[in-house]
Nanobody, 122 residues
Framework: DVQLVESGGGSVKTGGSLRLSCDASWFTYSSYCMAWFRQTPGGEREGVAYIVTSSGNTRYADSVKGRFTISQDNAKNTLYLQMNSLKPDDTAMYYC????????????????WGQGTQVTVS
């Protein structure tokens, strides 16, 4: 079965940092794109950061540019999201996702999802 397992969430003060990890151990890491999304209760799921795994090209939501960094460790089959200068508006459930094809920067391309990890900024 497909498995994406997130970790690293937690509670942090405004201005603090967290690093999220996504273990995609089942994956050969040949997926086309991977991404981090977030969602608040009652809110829509929002794409935060995307990476094209073959090229390393990245894209970020305007709300996190300059503060968040998406990266991959192919040897460990792990995706990361380094989050700095956190704000209360960053509070959400964060999801790791993978796409085998399609437009990398559209949520519609992502068919594999983790269970989520909660980030709370106060």
């Amino acid at each position: 079965d497909v498995q994406l397992v997130e970790s690293g969430g937690g509670s942090v003060k405004t201005g603090g940092s967290l690093r999220l990890s996504c273990d995609a151990s089942w994956f050969t890491y040949s997926s086309y794109c991977m991404a981090w999304f977030r969602q608040t209760p009652g809110g829509e799921r929002e794409g935060v950061a995307y990476i094209v795994t073959s090229s390393g090209n990245t894209r970020y939501a305007d709300s996190v540019k300059g503060r968040f960094t998406i990266s991959q460790d192919n040897a460990k089959n792990t995706l990361y999201l380094q989050m700095n200068s956190l704000k209360p508006d960053d509070t959400a459930m964060y999801y790791c996702a993978a796409a085998g094809s399609g437009y990398c920067y559209s949520q519609l391309a992502y068919h594999y999802w983790g269970q989520g990890t909660q980030v709370t900024v106060s």
